[in-house]
């Protein structure tokens, strides 16, 4: 079973401010301005919904697909639609990313701190449900911890090893490693056009582009 975020629903937004402040939500929101364009997405486990929020209110043309296991989490999403009056832009599915067949054709796909509660081999799975209903040229927006390399490799083993340790008490999430999310988007054949790194590295946002088959209808 995937893990269960209901219980942290309510209080997610102050769970991460106590944490981290600020920037979590900095980096959800730092390429925003890039993605004013898209008109459907596929946005995977959002939380209480504050990035698809911020993107309707940006891009009235924008529909969503949005993906999420907890429906307290979709609860909180779909008020925040109700109050942009774009509940008809939205479709709501409470699913399990790992078994959900995207229903459309996207040119936005956006996972926020939501890779990181699957294992590599998870995600290499997740990557080719989705780029088959990629249009050319879409874009992958990611936000995620890093564990960089120099004088901040410890203590940002440290700190991934306890968000992990606690997410696991809170929720049941199993995974206890960061997976290669860059490797497997890589692979994937989506290349990264934008990135932006804070607390030393320990956060990243990143854009990718898929190229896709520039033939395709």
Not at 71 to 93: K, Q, S, V
Request: hydrophobic share 45%; aromatic share 10%.
């Amino acid at each position: 079973m995937p893990p269960s975020f209901d219980r942290i629903a309510r209080p997610y937004r102050w769970l991460e401010y106590l944490t981290f402040g600020p920037m979590l939500e900095r980096c959800r929101f730092h390429f925003l301005p890039e993605l004013k364009d898209a008109r459907h997405a596929l946005v995977f486990g959002d939380g209480d919904g504050r990035f698809l929020a911020r993107l309707l209110a940006a891009d009235q043309l924008l529909h969503a697909d949005a993906v999420d296991f907890s429906p307290a989490m979709l609860r909180l999403l779909r008020d925040r639609a109700r109050r942009l009056e774009a509940l008809d832009r939205i479709t709501l599915h409470c699913a399990d990313a790992r078994t959900f067949n995207p229903p459309g054709v996207y040119d936005l796909v956006a996972t926020h701190f939501f890779l990181d509660c699957f294992t590599t081999a998870e995600l290499h799975s997740l990557s080719a449900s989705i780029c088959p209903r990629l249009l050319p040229g879409a874009l992958w927006v990611v936000s995620e911890f890093a564990v960089p390399s120099g004088a901040m490799s410890i203590p940002a083993k440290c700190l991934v090893w306890s968000l992990y340790t606690a997410f696991r008490i809170l929720t049941g999430l199993r995974v206890r490693r960061l997976p290669d999310h860059s490797a497997v988007l890589a692979s994937a054949g989506l290349s990264c056009i934008a990135q932006r790194r804070r607390l030393g590295g320990l956060l990243v946002s990143e854009v990718w582009e898929y190229p896709g088959n520039q033939d395709r209808r």
